[in-house]
């Protein structure tokens, strides 16, 4: 069995030409690009919270610094570096290099270098901190969003937590949507692209980790506004759920509360000034990603949001996203 240091050294020493030090040192050394601010975020990853014990272990090397990399791009942030801390149950070879694989597939993919960190023994955790750079007063933020702006979301929301109820055994999704959900829960993409792409454009962003309703609450909240998603103006799902004869009445329902609750998703939700929706439909079109308008930022509590049917009416929604001490 590999000690500490030897299995850093065989697996996670790899060379960080952007850093003016890398891993071997008691710090790792960066020098931000001049004029720039360093926009930092950490998130954890927690076995039987996070992900499933039996989750392919490259699949979870590439979900650690995924996720954290979309919080980089909620802020319109350009990744550059990232450090790991783990905490192992032992010093198990083979599941350590399909991490690692994962991990630094994810890092190439979008241009980061990881420049340190720890291992420790004990229960299966991972903590990831992630660095990128933003101009000065440029950072997309949560308090920016206005009446009259309007809601959008990227991607599919509730793909994820699907793929999760089909793991867990509490749906079966008929093909080919089992390999979709699954592979949008544990191979997220974080939209960097996206982010960088919103920067004086969108008036406040957020990614979508707890649930779409509980994180646009979070923009409405620090925004001081209210917000009120439709739900016509979701991205459908009939393919999943059938129409006619073929209609799937509980799997709309399972569906629906994916979607606006599920979480997992790391997508970008974000906010608009209405007049500048056009942009929006563009940069949809030029990053070949599908963005929905699903609502409006409204005057109201701030905090507060509101979801409506066809009709115009008001829905209880009793779920609204994920709470780890809630």
Request: proline share 7%; with cysteine; aromatic share 6%.
């Amino acid at each position: 069995m590999a000690g500490e240091f030897a299995l850093i050294d065989r697996y996670f020493a790899r060379p960080t030409p952007s850093a003016v030090l890398g891993p071997g040192d008691d710090c790792a050394l960066v020098q931000p690009t001049p004029g720039k601010q360093l926009a930092v975020t950490t998130d954890m990853l927690v076995a039987g919270t996070h992900f499933l014990a039996d989750t392919d272990p490259r699949n979870l090397g590439w979900k650690a610094l995924a996720v954290n990399l979309s919080d980089l791009a909620a802020m319109g942030a350009t990744a550059r570096w990232v450090t790991l801390a783990g905490a192992l149950p032992a010093a198990d070879a083979a599941w350590i290099e399909r991490f690692a694989d994962g991990f630094f597939a994810c890092a190439k993919e979008y241009g980061v270098d990881v420049i340190g960190g720890d291992t420790t023994r004990g229960p299966l955790n991972l903590c990831v901190t992630a660095l990128g750079e933003v101009e000065p007063g440029r950072a997309l933020r949560r308090d920016g969003a206005r009446p009259g702006d309007q809601i959008w979301v990227s991607g599919r929301p509730g793909l994820a937590a699907l793929g999760l109820a089909q793991l867990q055994g509490r749906v079966s999704l008929p093909e080919p949507w089992p390999r979709l959900c699954i592979a949008a829960l544990e191979k997220p993409r974080p939209r960097l692209a996206l982010g960088q792409s919103l920067v004086g454009l969108a008036s406040a962003a957020i990614d979508v980790s707890d649930g779409l309703l509980a994180d646009l609450g979070h923009i409405a909240e620090r925004s001081g506004c209210a917000a009120a998603v439709r739900l016509v103006q979701l991205p459908q799902l009939r393919d999943l759920v059938g129409s006619g004869e073929r209609y799937d009445a509980d799997l709309r329902r399972l569906a629906l509360d994916c979607q606006l609750a599920g979480g997992d998703d790391y997508e970008l939700c974000f906010t608009v000034p209405a007049a500048r929706s056009p942009e929006v439909a563009a940069l949809a079109a030029a990053l070949e990603l599908p963005l929905w308008p699903i609502g409006e930022i409204v005057a109201g509590t701030p905090g507060t949001v509101e979801v409506f049917d066809p009709d115009g009416q008001p829905v209880d929604i009793a779920r609204r996203g994920y709470d780890h001490f809630g």
